[in-house]
């Protein structure tokens, strides 16, 4: 007993330029670049938006001030998250902040 396989469409073989696939290595390039630089030194606009995000000035706005008092904590805590990230075993991470526990 023989198979036949039917297929109304032509397989079309894929063509890959080399060119596409050296700006896609460019442009991880750029944006590996960016967010090393941006966990290392948080712009004020970073600050912001972790500082809005987690309502940690309530309906004070993020000016200048909060932005430059709360620097040193997210530098400390991206220090901490990536050092978690490094030392902790991936099925371990669960999502949660290292602050949080998990009652039972």
Not at 8 to 19: D, W
Not at 44 to 67: E, H, Q, T, Y
């Amino acid at each position: 007993m023989s198979c036949v396989l039917q297929s109304s469409s032509k397989i079309r073989r894929c063509a890959f330029l080399s060119t596409d696939i050296g700006q896609c290595c460019i442009e991880n390039s750029k944006i590996t670049d960016f967010v090393n630089e941006l966990l290392r030194n948080p712009s004020d606009g970073f600050v912001k938006l972790i500082v809005s995000k987690l309502d940690l000035v309530g309906d004070r706005r993020v000016n200048a001030n909060v932005v430059a008092r709360f620097e040193p904590i997210v530098k400390k805590a991206i220090k901490a998250a990536l050092l978690d990230i490094v030392t902790r075993p991936p099925a371990a991470s669960s999502g949660r902040t290292g602050s949080q526990r998990v009652s039972t």
